[in-house]
């Protein structure tokens, strides 16, 4: 933990806002939302969009295109899929949020075979490799951290995987990991990343991000099918230090103040933070016997998924800490009524942490099945 750092912005144990996403914001970001009013197509804004992309490259490891989008991350899904028309895709599944990735490609037309690992395991590269043996595929859809069932899966190991095995294009959601753990685009050969603006940029929704690289871009060029979220015209206006269509300004103040709090605290610093709560989630469920769905080794540094002690209802426990003025995540889909998750991403700090933790030591008696 970085102690020098003060994450919250001035007021460590403030936090009460615990969901995966969206998460709690400072309030340097929420007044940044009020900056009156500029035209997208005046200097004032071509100020403001100048410093953005670079920093924002920083976040996402790379020296590459990076652009940002008025959109859910979700948007991201398809622009990743549409500007690249691909004849195959491969969509590689652990939950709920890949599962909805699979679904998107299909409802696009684009013929779509689905890896599916069960829910709480994370992906084997080498189920990924025999995967690709037996079809050619120009595109291979992976998330990062499944949200829903907290499971970090090796990214570097499966893009490297897609890289040796085949010419696919490696599509990745880091919706959950991108300014939370380590995410290289660059080093680990990803061809497209996403994110959005809620999860551990710790901003508002409503904004998406997202990196493509060189050998993207000249595929888009030849074969997009987008027309709101098509790369290469978000390539063309980014010369210009502009968006192609009108941006939501407000997140683009928010995230000119958030970038620079985010490299002051350094993104080693931040990984480190964020490893340290979840360390300290975990040592709270061993000792109390609430269990995670992931195993060792495989778990987001910014949520994490328990199925809660014998005797305790999930869905209660998430009721009562609420009443005590906390919000956590309760279990995603299938999961509802038998897991509850904690989002330790953003700008949470230890302290704030620490005052859940005793809420819900509180509230696990009343929560009893």
């Known amino acids: 933990m970085t102690a020098a750092f003060d ?9 009460r806002f615990f969901l995966p996403g969206p998460v709690w914001v400072r ?10 009013a500029i035209g997208h197509r005046g200097k ?39 500007n690249l028309a691909p004849e195959r895709v ?15 490609a299909r409802d ?53 995987v897609v890289r040796e095995s085949s010419d696919a294009f490696v599509l990745a959601d880091v919706v959950t990991s991108l300014a939370g753990s380590p995410v290289e685009c660059d080093a680990w050969g990803l061809d497209f990343a996403l994110s ?67 490299l002051a605290e350094t993104l080693e610093g931040r990984w480190a933070r964020h490893e340290a709560l979840r360390t300290r989630v975990e040592a709270w469920a061993a000792a109390r016997g609430h269990a995670p769905v992931a195993p060792a080794g495989f778990r987001p540094w910014t949520v994490t998924c328990l199925r809660p002690a014998a005797g305790v209802s999930a869905e209660a426990l998430v009721a009562r800490v609420k009443e005590r003025g906390f919000t956590i995540g309760g279990g995603y889909g299938k999961w509802k009524a038998s897991t509850f998750r904690i989002g330790h991403m953003g700008d949470v700090d230890l302290a704030s942490l620490e005052a859940l933790l005793v809420a819900l030591d509180e509230s696990a008696a009343e929560a009893a099945s």
């Open 44 to 82: 004032a804004f071509a100020d403001l969009y100048a410093d953005i992309p670079p920093r924002l490259a920083r976040v996402f490891r790379t020296e590459g295109f990076v652009f940002t989008a008025t959109s859910a991350a979700t948007g991201l899904w398809e622009a990743a899929l549409s």
């Open 196 to 262: 959005g603006s809620q999860k551990a940029l710790a901003m508002p929704p409503g904004l998406g991000v997202a990196f493509a690289s060189a050998r993207y871009r000249a595929r888009a060029k030849e074969r997009s099918r987008a027309h709101y979220l098509r790369i290469s015209e978000a390539e063309a206006f980014a010369a210009k230090h502009q968006t192609p269509y009108t941006p939501s300004t407000p997140h683009l103040f928010a995230l000119d103040v958030q970038l620079d709090h985010i």
């Open 108 to 160: 696009l037309g684009y013929a779509t075979d689905v890896l599916e690992t069960p829910w709480g395991k994370p992906v084997d590269p080498a189920d990924v490799r025999r995967t690709l043996a037996k079809a050619r595929y120009d595109a291979v859809t992976l998330v990062h951290s499944e949200t829903s069932t907290g499971t970090l899966n090796d990214l570097a190991a499966l893009a490297k």
């Open 7 to 15: 994450s919250t912005g001035g007021r460590p144990g403030q936090v």
């Open 27 to 36: 309030d340097a970001v929420r007044q940044a939302m009020a900056h009156e």
């Open 90 to 104: 491969l969509a590689v599944t652990c939950g709920a949020f890949s599962e909805r990735w699979a679904a998107c």
